[in-house]
């Protein structure tokens, strides 16, 4: 131990205890500052690691699988609402997870510079009671302690400028991963977008098919019934026709069988009748005939009309 101004110098330890009741308060705030600090780091590392335990032993902390994944599990089909459902509730779990991951960087990061401004405050401090000490005349043994002093200065300022450059590299990283991590969920949201347009598009598509269809269907159906309707016309109209026929075709062989005997009657006397009573015979003849052919012009104009 070295007595100088403002306190004592261990030698050993390269530690300065200062004699004022203040200086002293400081140093042990500055103490247990340190040591708050080393405890949050050893909190921290402890939930990371059974955080880590337990998504590889898969027990409690295993979260539920959504209505998407359970379907799948069990062989299912899901629809096009619980796939987009899934999907984005699989791009709100990365963003939660890559926020945290920031927020955890952020407070590491301003527990170091909090550090390093204690660091340089404890150096302040030092310098002030070196210079205070070396204000008288230097001995060989101050001369050494200087350089020893100075050595460390450079070597801590070294650690400062890697500790710097490290922080930097960090810092470059978690912007890259964060433009990375940022692509992915703009190219999935853009997924997601064309794969609900798309499946719109069908939707339309076969409602507009399934309309057409009920439609020509709708017409085929009114047409069988249509037809069923004239079908049962016409077999109602030739049931009623089919009397009118036979009698007409009885009357048509009554006709031809008194003509048959007229004829006969007229060969059987042949040279005694006269002429005139021929051609009257033959006028008689002729008048029936046409009035046959009319009758059979006539049903098969009916005929005609019925089956148009």
Request: charged letters at 20%.
């Amino acid at each position: 131990m070295r007595r100088r101004e403002g306190g004592d110098w261990c030698v050993a330890c390269s530690k300065f205890a200062p004699s004022k009741p203040e200086q002293q308060q400081q140093q042990q705030q500055q103490q247990q500052q340190q040591q708050q600090q080393q405890q949050q780091k050893k909190q921290q590392q402890k939930e990371e690691e059974e955080t880590d335990n337990s998504s590889s032993d898969g027990s409690p902390h295993v979260k539920p699988k959504p209505a998407f994944e359970l379907r799948g599990s069990f062989g299912l089909q899901a629809s096009p609402e619980e796939k987009l459902a899934a999907c984005s509730a699989a791009i709100k779990r990365e963003g939660a997870a890559a926020a945290e991951a920031l927020k955890k960087q952020l407070q590491q990061q301003q527990q170091q510079q909090l550090q390093l401004q204690q660091q340089q405050q404890q150096q302040d401090e030092s310098r002030g009671t070196t210079t205070a000490a070396t204000s008288s005349t230097p001995s060989e043994e101050l001369i050494s302690w200087r350089s020893k002093v100075l050595g460390r200065k450079r070597q801590t300022e070294q650690q400062e400028q890697q500790e710097q450059q490290q922080q930097a590299k960090q810092q470059q990283q978690q912007q890259q991963q964060q433009t990375k991590q940022q692509q992915k969920f703009q190219n999935r949201k853009e997924l997601l977008h064309q794969s609900q347009a798309l499946l719109l598009q069908r939707i339309h598509r076969y409602n507009g098919l399934l309309q057409a269809d009920a439609e020509c269907v709708e017409r085929d159906r009114h047409l069988l019934l249509a037809l069923r309707d004239a079908l049962e016309a016409l077999k109602q109209q030739l049931q009623q026709q089919k009397p009118q026929q036979e009698l007409k075709q009885q009357q048509q062989q009554q006709v031809a069988a008194a003509v048959q005997q007229q004829q006969q009657q007229q060969q059987q006397q042949g040279s005694q009748q006269p002429q005139e009573e021929k051609q009257q015979l033959q006028q008689q003849q002729e008048q029936l005939q046409q009035q046959l052919q009319q009758q059979l012009q006539q049903q098969q104009q009916r005929a005609h009309q019925w089956s148009s």
